[in-house]
């Protein structure tokens, strides 16, 4: 048995489909109405659909209707209350032959939620019921066109053990519900409003409801609900006020309102994603709900906000107007983000977090657009559409909406959204659709604008600015290039918006910020009046996500980390400051260190300085990001080059940073903009107390571990000590893993902390952490604490030996065998072996050739890992 199975797994399977956009063919058949019935078990659930399925009035032929079915067989079909029997199973889609132009399609399943290890579907999660249907797991609950520009009026019956499953929800409202026989119920629930099959949602469990109330601006009541396990109750306050707030937010400043009386969320434990926006009912992984001083750091109490607000948002872009096909993703994703991005902004401080969020791109989107799985942000083409939920689709389309925004200002911003919201409300709409809205919204031409949805790669800018003290005019020359992945740059023409401003050396002012738009690949653009040579701020507040190539001098550089008023170009200039130097250190080039020296000790020399924005400013770039910078990576060099500059500041700096961190004391917990920025500035100063290798530098982490009452501080106070060899590492770590080993989100820190160690012996740590009792496979939450800690750890991860490279390919491939999409995630990371010293690449396509060769490979890993070593 075993051995024939092994032969047919290793016949060499054919590729998967390649799906194309062009390709897009408007439905044969709609479905106005869908009614479901669901007997509901843990081990099975009986799934009766009827569908109300209409054949389109252009569709040319006489075209079966093609149900999308994975997993499924039926256990009964009915046309038109009869039994049919006239139907096949095509590669697991159900196809049936229909002759009129209305029937009514009636068809049995059954499930078994407790072997759904992909997470997609309907599935079972610490003895609760949920669905996850983004973005094709409706067709593994029933058979359907699962397609998002099918939208139909669903009406949901759901029965189960009122013990096991005391709490029933659905999309919509609940409108009746009753007691059945043995020890049964029942409640029926409809959602007025036509969606497409990705925004159903089901959820039945023992939880409880932190509940609240929303009246809307037009007077409309709204029952607010998190649904949580017992016991987390008290952890639920955080994520609805943001509930709220986003609701307040998205009236004021958008304009709309929400469309039901009812909003629930439930917190999962088991989640591939952060959270899905489900009408009426999102669903969330846990980490992204679940919140109180003692467990969660300030930046999970943002991620609360942020993706709270992601996902309410989605309400009206996604829900409303949703997408017409899955290349139009970005549609509802980048503009969503944009949106989040915004709220998060205003809620909080607006330069902090454009801070975080180009921090973020150039961590995560960067490296993908110059790797082997680069994509526009709308694809011409996928094999997996799971492999599309990325940081180009994601957060390089919200760059593109906020150029937009910055062409437009915001009352001509507003205007297209409104016309799109207006125009499109109902429609299933294209990226294209978006782009007219705010053309004509807008009353702008995008039409060279457009290359931003088909072309991959970061662009290149190179500025320069030249000065004539005779006629007193400055002179900036810029120049736009790009690379298709791996290519050598060439020249563009993409539509460039820059903010850019001149400062005047003596009196350190500007006479304005200015927008200037590069649309050619040279210009040269002139500035009247300058009678000295200016310092050049540009791109300020990331005006667009390109890569800056400045001739700034270091001294220029450090003028500007001390005085430009963009908030963000002043903590560019201290990061390209500090980048320029540690690539010339780790080259070998001579390059002068006393101009950051004296850059770091002018800032914190600075009394109106927002302490927050200084821990910014102290950072240093990761080595990540100052390997994106390097045509051949090497992760030791780079890690040598930076720790080294790390232990000369905070050498030079001891007394200061020691002075700032007893300033920081904390006092009672609060999450006002005062206390988190003293959270901030104390770790960031620890770190440096650290690194300046004093002797009681352990002794001062581990009390800040001991004293702490909030984990911002045991979490810096641990991820200093993390590095060290000493007791009080030991100590601390153990302490940690008694004290919340029952809590699953808190222990997941646990894991990266020790995963992201720089110590020598971390690669030890990660595999013996890998067979730890409380590692499982089956967690997402706990598979990426410890493995994508471990990736984002470079220099370890990197080691030489190329250990790091086996352990990792040996989790994607037994991960794939239950849950693809979270395994294929971990592929980038071996995907950018082109661009490593030859001992490591070589090791790293090694690790990727083993996976390729795996039997059984889903179509996630597969396309990822082919696509790496094409
Ligand atoms: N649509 C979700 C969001 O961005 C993400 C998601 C995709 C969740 C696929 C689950 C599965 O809000
Ligand atoms: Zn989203």
């Known amino acids: 048995m075993l051995d024939i199975q092994k032969t047919d797994a290793a016949t060499p399977a054919t590729d998967p489909a390649i799906i194309r956009r062009e390709d897009y063919r408007p439905p044969a058949w709609f479905i106005p109405t869908i009614a479901l019935d669901f007997q509901l078990g843990l081990n099975q659930t009986v799934v009766h ?73 309907l599935y079972a999660s610490q003895g609760m019921l949920c669905t996850q249907c983004e973005a094709e797991g409706f067709r593994r609950i029933t058979f359907f066109p699962d397609r998002p520009d099918i939208l139909s009026r669903y009406s949901v019956r759901m029965e189960g053990d009122k013990k096991l499953f005391p709490v029933l929800l659905c999309n919509g409202d609940k409108v009746s519900e009753g007691d059945g026989d ?23 469990g023992d939880l409880v409801a932190n509940t609240d109330s929303f009246t809307t601006r037009s007077g409309k009541p709204v029952e607010l609900n998190i649904w949580v396990r017992d016991g987390d109750l008290p952890r639920t306050g955080h994520a609805m006020q943001a509930l709220k707030d986003s609701m307040r937010w998205d009236e004021e400043v958008y304009g ?65 107007v949703t997408c017409r096909d899955w290349f139009q993703l970005s549609l509802k994703e980048g503009f969503t983000v944009y949106r989040d991005q915004s709220f998060s902004a205003d809620m909080g401080s607006a330069a902090l977090k454009r801070i975080e969020d180009v921090r973020i791109l150039r961590a995560a989107q960067f490296p993908e657009d110059a790797g082997p799985l680069a994509h526009p942000i709308r694809p011409d083409s996928y094999q997996e559409i799971s492999n599309f939920y990325t940081a180009t689709v994601y957060n390089k389309g919200a760059e593109v909406i906020r150029m937009m925004a910055t062409l437009l200002g915001a009352e001509r911003f507003r205007k297209g959204t409104d016309l799109y919201f207006d125009r499109h409300d109902g429609e299933a709409a294209t990226c ?30 190179s500025a320069k600015l030249s000065h004539d003290p005779q006629t007193g005019t400055a002179t900036l020359a810029l120049k736009q290039s790009l690379a298709a992945s791996g290519a050598k740059p060439e020249p563009s023409d993409m539509v460039i918006p820059l903010k850019i401003a001149l400062l005047d050396p003596q009196t350190e002012a500007h006479e304005g910020e200015q927008l200037i738009t590069l649309n050619r690949p040279e210009e040269s653009f002139t500035f009247e009046g300058q009678k000295e040579h200016p310092i050049l701020s540009i791109n300020r507040g990331f005006s667009a996500p390109i890569i800056l190539e400045s001739s700034r001098t270091a001294e220029e550089l450090a003028f500007l980390s001390s005085h430009d008023d963009d908030p963000f170009a002043r903590f560019e200039a201290m990061q390209q400051l500090m980048t320029s130097y ?30 927050a924005f200084l821990a910014e400013l102290l950072l240093l770039p990761s080595e990540a990001f100052l390997g994106d910078q390097m045509v051949e990576v090497d992760p030791q060099a780079i890690h040598d080059a930076r720790e080294k500059l790390r232990g000369k500041i905070g050498v030079q700096f001891e007394r200061k940073f020691r002075r700032l961190y007893k300033q920081c004391v904390p006092g009672e917990f609060s999450l006002d903009a005062e206390a988190r920025a003293d959270r901030k500035l104390r770790n960031v100063t620890l770190g440096y107390i650290a690194a300046s290798q004093v002797e009681d530098a352990a002794e001062l982490a581990f ?168």
């Open 582 to 611: 540690l690539l010339a250190q780790i080259t070998g080039t001579p390059a002068d260190r006393d101009v950051i020296l004296q850059a770091v000790g002018a800032v914190l020399a600075d009394e109106n300085i927002d302490r």
């Open 256 to 320: 709309r309102e929400y469309d039901l009386g009812l909003f629930n969320i439930v917190a999962v434990s088991d989640f591939n994603m952060g959270a899905m926006e489900n009408k009426g009912l999102n669903v969330f992984n846990s980490r992204y709900i679940l919140a109180d001083p003692e467990v969660a750091t300030d930046a999970d109490f943002d991620g609360i906000e942020g993706v709270v607000a992601h996902e309410y948002f989605h309400n009206w872009s996604g829900n409303r």
């Open 49 to 121: 659909s009827m569908l109300d399925v209409r054949r389109s009035k252009s569709a040319k032929y006489q075209e079966p209707l093609l149900l999308d079915g994975d997993g499924l067989m039926p256990t009964s079909v009915k046309v038109d209350g009869a039994p049919w029997t006239d139907w096949q199973l095509i590669d697991g889609n159900l196809q049936i032959p229909l002759t009129g132009s209305a029937h009514e399609v009636e068809i049995t399943v059954e499930l078994d939620p407790s072997t759904n290890t992909q997470l997609m579907g």
């Open 703 to 870: 009390d800040q571990y001991r004293e702490a009452n909030n984990m911002t501080a045991m979490q810096g106070a641990l991820g200093v000590l993390s590095h060290m060899d000493a007791d009080e590492r030991t100590w601390a770590f153990e302490d940690f893993f008694k004290r919340f080993k029952d809590n699953a989100l808190v222990l997941d820190k646990w894991f990266t902390l020790q995963a992201m160690s720089q110590r020598g012996d971390t690669v030890k740590r990660v595999e013996s952490l890998a067979k730890h009792p409380d590692f499982t496979l089956s967690n997402p939450n706990r598979v990426r604490a410890l493995y994508a800690g471990f990736t984002n750890n470079p220099v370890r991860f990197h080691d030489a030996s190329g250990k790091g490279y086996q352990m990792l390919a040996d989790m994607v491939i037994a991960l794939d065998g239950q849950n693809p999409q979270t395994a294929a995630r971990f592929i980038p990371s071996l995907g950018r072996w082109r661009r490593y010293e030859r001992g490591r690449s070589e090791l790293m396509r090694l690790a990727l050739e083993k996976i390729a060769a795996a039997p059984g490979l889903s179509k996630d890993v597969s396309e990822q890992v082919s696509k790496s070593l094409a």
């Open 182 to 204: 043995n020890g049964r119920h029942w409640a029926q629930w409809n959602d007025p409003w036509p969606k497409p099959s990705y925004l159903f949602a089901l959820v039945a």
């Open 432 to 461: 294209e659709d978006f782009v007219v809205a705010m053309e004509e919204g807008g009353d702008i031409d995008l039409s060279q604008f457009r290359g931003w949805y088909r072309t991959p790669g970061t662009p290149r800018v």
